[in-house]
């Protein structure tokens, strides 16, 4: 399954499903092409980790926030910070073949506790995008991925969906009476 959200309203703009459960995120990379406009920023999890489909993102000037592999092979470009708690670089990733063409891109790595977490971003410029801002943005891509962990009604969770859905039931109504009647229409769909 694959899910775009907007971060800001918090609200899914597509829900993707695929027959196969276990079916790789590159599956639905057509699908975010199509749906991704220019000057939008996408935060993507390491399913997505194809250097193809970051160069089509770049080119479409859609910029994208992700976590590096380990053991990634890159060069460094340009150094913006390099602290004891937060560095920030300019880097070349990729080998330069047809399916992993050279990028540039910005490795912004922040330590938490005895260890590093990286991200990635095709934003170049710290100025546009500030390195506390992209570990910021990429935890609220977590939270994301908490409440579906949490909302996954499984075989053995069905007595916690039918809590769900009849606290849900009562919270819209009482939501409803404090609504604009000029809004057209209300939608809540439960699995």
């Given at each position: 399954m694959g899910v775009v959200i907007d971060l800001v309203t918090r609200l899914p703009i597509a829900i993707w499903f695929l027959e196969n459960p276990r079916a790789s995120d590159t599956r639905f990379?057509?699908?975010l092409?199509?749906?991704?406009s220019p000057q939008t920023l996408l935060l993507i999890?390491?399913?997505f980790y194809h250097f193809q489909f970051w160069q089509t993102l770049i080119e479409?000037?859609?910029?994208f926030i992700t976590r590096i592999k380990i053991n990634a092979a890159i060069e460094d470009q340009q150094v913006f910070?390099?602290?004891?708690?937060?560095?920030?670089?300019?880097?070349?990733?990729?080998?330069?073949?047809?399916?992993?063409?050279?990028?540039?891109?910005?490795?912004?790595?922040?330590?938490?506790?005895?260890?590093w977490r990286s991200y990635l971003t095709s934003v170049l410029e710290p100025e546009v995008l500030p390195p506390y801002v992209v570990i910021d943005l990429y935890q609220k891509r977590w939270r994301i991925e908490d409440?579906?962990?949490?909302?996954?009604?499984?075989?053995?969770n069905r007595e916690l969906a039918?809590?769900?859905?009849?606290?849900?039931?009562?919270?819209?109504?009482?939501r409803n009476e404090k609504i604009d009647p000029s809004f057209?229409?209300?939608?809540s769909i439960d699995s």
């Open positions: 990379e057509d699908n092409l199509d749906l991704a999890d390491r399913g479409r000037k859609v910029h910070t390099d602290g004891y708690g937060l560095r920030d670089r300019l880097i070349k990733i990729g080998s330069g073949t047809k399916k992993t063409p050279f990028i540039t891109l910005r490795l912004i790595e922040v330590r938490v506790g005895k260890t409440a579906f962990n949490i909302l996954d009604f499984g075989q053995n039918s809590i769900h859905r009849e606290q849900t039931s009562r919270k819209r109504d009482k057209p229409k209300l939608i």
